[in-house]
């Protein structure tokens, strides 16, 4: 279970968020610039982050991004689904269309185990969790 590439930049970007002061709205040359992330994909990403209702924007002078609700209250999951990264999704590794408890493939149970323990991590990990492991 990889996180593709789009679920990255919007992990990094809404961890740069949770780290600042939420009362000031970073633009995307910001955000961009500290997460590493091309500025013209940033800002589709960051789209779709307002679209699920993880950030809040404004445009003109002291307009930008920033977090809509507490980070208390973001998971790292909610970010990869504001993006449409679906973690939950029931995949054969083999391919095969009928794999389950009932017949599994030879990496059924091992894979649902690594899906499990992301889902449960992913879950359960705060933006705000972020922000105290980056302080620490």
């Not at 003109?60 to 991004?65: A, D, L, R, S, W």
């Not at 689904?81 to 599994?104: K, T």
Request: charged letters at 20%; a negative charge; one cysteine or more.
């Amino acid at each position: 279970m990889f996180i593709n590439q789009t679920g990255e930049y919007a992990l990094r970007a809404a961890a740069y968020l949770a780290l600042g002061d939420n009362d000031v709205r970073l633009g995307t040359a910001e955000i961009a610039e500290a997460t590493s992330v091309p500025e013209h994909y940033l800002q589709k990403v960051m789209r779709r982050l307002v679209v699920a209702g993880i950030c809040d924007s404004m445009k003109g002078h002291n307009g930008g991004f920033r977090l809509r609700r507490p980070p208390e209250e973001i998971t790292l999951l909610d970010v990869l689904l504001a993006v449409d990264f679906n973690p939950i999704a029931h995949r054969c590794m083999f391919g095969f269309e009928s794999c389950g408890e009932e017949n599994p493939c030879p990496l059924h149970h091992a894979w649902s185990n690594m899906r499990d323990s992301f889902l449960n991590h992913a879950t359960g990990t705060t933006l705000a969790d972020i922000r105290e492991s980056a302080e620490a």
